[in-house]
Protein backbone atom coordinates (compact mmCIF):
# COMPACT_ATOMS: atom_id res chain seq x y z
CA UNK A 1 0.00 0.00 0.00
CA UNK A 2 1.27 3.45 -0.83
CA UNK A 3 1.97 5.93 1.93
CA UNK A 4 0.60 9.70 1.50
CA UNK A 5 2.71 12.47 3.47
CA UNK A 6 1.56 14.84 5.46
CA UNK A 7 2.50 17.04 3.22
CA UNK A 8 0.30 15.78 0.28
CA UNK A 9 -2.91 15.42 3.03
CA UNK A 10 -2.85 19.73 3.22
CA UNK A 11 -2.38 19.48 -0.29
CA UNK A 12 -5.26 17.37 -0.65
CA UNK A 13 -7.56 19.90 1.47
CA UNK A 14 -6.36 23.25 -0.43
CA UNK A 15 -7.05 21.48 -3.93
CA UNK A 16 -10.42 20.88 -2.90
CA UNK A 17 -10.72 24.71 -3.49
CA UNK A 18 -8.83 24.60 -6.80
CA UNK A 19 -11.10 21.40 -7.94
CA UNK A 20 -14.53 22.74 -6.90
CA UNK A 21 -13.66 26.65 -7.45
CA UNK A 22 -16.07 27.04 -10.33
CA UNK A 23 -18.12 24.07 -8.33
CA UNK A 24 -18.20 26.11 -4.91
CA UNK A 25 -20.46 28.59 -7.14
CA UNK A 26 -22.32 25.85 -8.41
CA UNK A 27 -23.18 24.33 -4.86
CA UNK A 28 -24.55 27.63 -3.36
CA UNK A 29 -26.70 28.25 -6.28
CA UNK A 30 -28.06 24.47 -5.75
CA UNK A 31 -29.07 25.02 -2.46
CA UNK A 32 -29.95 28.88 -2.95
CA UNK A 33 -32.33 28.44 -5.56
CA UNK A 34 -33.71 24.81 -4.29
CA UNK A 35 -34.22 26.29 -0.66
CA UNK A 36 -35.33 30.10 -0.88
CA UNK A 37 -38.36 29.72 0.30
CA UNK A 38 -36.62 27.82 3.73
CA UNK A 39 -34.19 30.60 3.53
CA UNK A 40 -36.55 34.00 3.64
CA UNK A 41 -38.72 32.23 6.18
CA UNK A 42 -36.15 30.98 8.71
CA UNK A 43 -32.60 32.04 7.57
CA UNK A 44 -32.82 35.51 6.59
CA UNK A 45 -31.23 36.90 9.21
CA UNK A 46 -28.15 34.16 9.89
CA UNK A 47 -24.54 35.82 8.50
CA UNK A 48 -23.72 33.26 5.65
CA UNK A 49 -20.18 31.99 6.44
CA UNK A 50 -18.91 29.08 8.46
CA UNK A 51 -22.14 26.65 7.81
CA UNK A 52 -24.41 28.74 9.56
CA UNK A 53 -26.88 29.00 6.77
CA UNK A 54 -25.98 25.34 6.94
CA UNK A 55 -26.92 25.15 10.23
CA UNK A 56 -30.17 27.26 10.63
CA UNK A 57 -31.29 24.65 7.32
CA UNK A 58 -30.64 22.08 9.49
CA UNK A 59 -31.82 23.31 12.57
CA UNK A 60 -35.08 23.69 10.47
CA UNK A 61 -34.68 20.53 8.56
CA UNK A 62 -38.49 19.16 9.71
CA UNK A 63 -39.91 22.07 8.00
CA UNK A 64 -38.19 21.87 4.60
CA UNK A 65 -39.81 21.23 1.06
CA UNK A 66 -38.93 18.27 -1.08
CA UNK A 67 -37.26 20.49 -3.30
CA UNK A 68 -34.91 22.25 -0.88
CA UNK A 69 -34.04 18.48 0.43
CA UNK A 70 -33.38 17.60 -3.01
CA UNK A 71 -30.95 20.42 -3.09
CA UNK A 72 -29.24 19.74 -0.25
CA UNK A 73 -28.61 16.29 -1.50
CA UNK A 74 -27.31 17.26 -4.67
CA UNK A 75 -25.17 19.70 -3.25
CA UNK A 76 -24.32 17.07 -1.27
CA UNK A 77 -23.21 14.39 -4.17
CA UNK A 78 -21.45 17.09 -6.33
CA UNK A 79 -19.11 17.77 -3.19
CA UNK A 80 -18.49 14.22 -2.84
CA UNK A 81 -17.64 13.94 -6.32
CA UNK A 82 -15.32 16.93 -5.90
CA UNK A 83 -13.66 15.10 -2.90
CA UNK A 84 -13.67 11.74 -4.93
CA UNK A 85 -11.46 13.66 -7.80
CA UNK A 86 -9.55 15.25 -5.06
CA UNK A 87 -8.43 12.07 -3.10
CA UNK A 88 -7.85 10.54 -6.84
CA UNK A 89 -5.88 13.37 -7.90
CA UNK A 90 -3.74 13.63 -4.56
CA UNK A 91 -3.01 9.74 -4.99
CA UNK A 92 -1.88 10.16 -8.24
CA UNK A 93 0.21 13.00 -7.89
CA UNK A 94 1.41 12.66 -4.54
CA UNK A 95 5.38 11.23 -5.54
CA UNK A 96 5.41 14.65 -7.67
CA UNK A 97 4.11 16.74 -4.99
CA UNK A 98 6.57 16.13 -2.83
CA UNK A 99 9.74 15.77 -5.29
CA UNK A 100 8.73 18.86 -7.03
CA UNK A 101 6.45 20.98 -4.66
CA UNK A 102 7.31 20.58 -0.86
CA UNK A 103 8.19 24.01 -0.19
CA UNK A 104 5.57 25.58 -1.96
CA UNK A 105 2.91 26.91 0.13
CA UNK A 106 -0.47 25.27 -0.75
CA UNK A 107 -2.88 28.28 -1.69
CA UNK A 108 -4.24 30.40 -4.88
CA UNK A 109 -3.14 28.20 -7.24
CA UNK A 110 0.88 27.65 -6.18
CA UNK A 111 0.78 23.82 -6.51
CA UNK A 112 -1.18 23.65 -9.63
CA UNK A 113 1.86 26.10 -11.51
CA UNK A 114 4.27 24.45 -9.76
CA UNK A 115 3.02 21.24 -11.34
CA UNK A 116 2.74 22.85 -14.25
CA UNK A 117 6.83 24.14 -14.47
CA UNK A 118 7.64 21.17 -13.66
CA UNK A 119 5.95 19.47 -16.30
CA UNK A 120 8.74 17.80 -18.05
CA UNK A 121 9.56 16.08 -15.11
CA UNK A 122 6.00 15.20 -13.74
CA UNK A 123 4.89 11.66 -14.02
CA UNK A 124 2.55 10.75 -17.34
CA UNK A 125 0.32 9.33 -14.28
CA UNK A 126 -0.17 12.61 -12.44
CA UNK A 127 -0.84 14.39 -15.63
CA UNK A 128 -3.23 11.97 -16.64
CA UNK A 129 -4.72 12.41 -13.13
CA UNK A 130 -4.65 16.23 -13.31
CA UNK A 131 -6.52 16.21 -16.73
CA UNK A 132 -9.36 13.54 -15.72
CA UNK A 133 -10.06 16.05 -12.51
CA UNK A 134 -10.19 19.29 -15.19
CA UNK A 135 -6.86 20.88 -14.14
CA UNK A 136 -5.35 20.23 -17.29
Known amino acids: MKTISIFSIAVCLTLLFVISAGAQESLVETV ?26 Y ?40 QFCMGVAASNG ?12 VSSRCKDAMKQVGLK
Do not use: F
Open 32 to 57: ANGCQAELDAYCKDVTPGQGRVLACL
Open 59 to 98: AHSDKLSGKCEYALYDAAAQLERAVAALSYMVNECADDLD
Open 110 to 121: RLKDCLDKNDPK
